[in-house]
């Protein structure tokens, strides 16, 4: 009879909390306006749907070690930072009521992303060493590059906003900005996690085979965490009769560059 492991346990602890990620942020999409906030909630019902879907993979794998499991659950987990990422840019976003960043420059920051999950997804596709002790190809690995590059510019575009629209914030607003700054810690190190398990081969950080307490520790929680204080802040902002109404008031038109 096949035993639980400390992994499986932690993909349990997924499937408590995705699941109410799920339901906090359709809440905030429909609060806010299905157009309106398309740009970022809609990111983190797909990293929640991604996470529930990995989890249950790796509950099956428990008593079926079918290659095809093992790798969608591969998948899962290497294809979730780009949602991830996309859930940052949306909420800046959301901020910039006044379009201080060029809507086009925004769109192009997140095709960008979107460009490295395309080559991530089509990294673990063609590999062929066995799931179970995966190693990223210069694919994967140049997605990772591009989900560095995009970490780090949404983090300048976040500082380079948070000075041109301090004076004028809304109260809404400034909870979405509470929310990237409070989180941002926690999403820094699980992209860290991740650069290590691609551009490394540390057996700690190996896919489905690593230390368990460090996958926990370093992409699992901080994850979560990261995820929990932007739904959080983000049912607050929804909330928030005064932050209600420029999350609401998006730009659209020839320039708005919307994906």
């Known amino acids: 009879m096949a035993t639980v492991t400390y992994r499986d346990g932690i993909a349990i602890l997924?499937?408590?909390?995705?699941?109410?990620l799920l339901v906090a942020a359709l809440f905030i999409w429909k609060r806010t306006g299905w157009k309106a906030a398309r740009k970022s909630w809609r990111f983190v019902v797909t990293l929640s749907l991604i996470r529930i879907a990995g989890g249950i993979c790796t509950l099956l794998a428990i008593s079926n070690d079918s290659s095809n499991i093992l790798i969608a659950e591969a998948v899962c987990e290497?294809?979730?930072?780009?949602?991830?990422?996309?859930?940052?840019?949306?909420?800046?976003?959301?901020?910039?009521?006044?379009?201080?960043?060029h809507p086009k420059f925004i769109s192009a920051v997140a095709i960008t992303c979107f460009i490295g999950l395309i080559l991530?997804?089509?990294?673990?596709?063609?590999?062929?060493?066995?799931?179970?002790?995966?190693?990223?190809?210069?694919?994967?690995?140049?997605?990772?590059?591009?989900?560095?590059?995009?970490f780090a510019i949404v983090t300048l575009l976040t500082a380079w906003l948070a000075?041109?629209?301090?004076?004028?914030?809304?109260?809404?607003?400034?909870?979405?900005?509470?929310?990237?700054?409070?989180?941002?810690?926690?999403?820094?190190?699980?992209?860290?996690?991740?650069?290590?398990a691609d551009f490394t081969d540390d057996p700690r950080f190996a896919i489905l085979t690593g230390d368990a307490t460090i996958y926990l520790c370093m992409d699992v929680l901080e994850e979560i965490i990261a995820m929990v204080i932007c739904v959080v802040f983000g049912v607050l902002a929804v909330l928030n009769k005064e932050g209600k109404q420029p999350l609401d008031e998006e730009k659209s038109g020839p320039g708005s560059g919307e994906i």
């Open 120 to 150: 991530g997804i089509a990294g673990i596709s063609i590999d062929d060493d066995n799931t179970s002790t995966y190693h990223a190809n210069s694919m994967v690995k140049a997605a990772m590059g591009i989900f560095l590059a995009v």
């Open 14 to 20: 997924q499937l408590i909390f995705f699941p109410v």
């Open 78 to 101: 290497l294809i979730g930072i780009a949602p991830l990422l996309l859930t940052y840019i949306g909420l800046l976003r959301q901020i910039d009521t006044k379009q201080r960043v």
């Open 163 to 196: 000075v041109q629209l301090r004076p004028t914030l809304g109260a809404g607003q400034k909870k979405l900005f509470l929310a990237i700054l409070l989180s941002w810690p926690f999403l820094l190190v699980r992209v860290v996690y991740s650069a290590i």
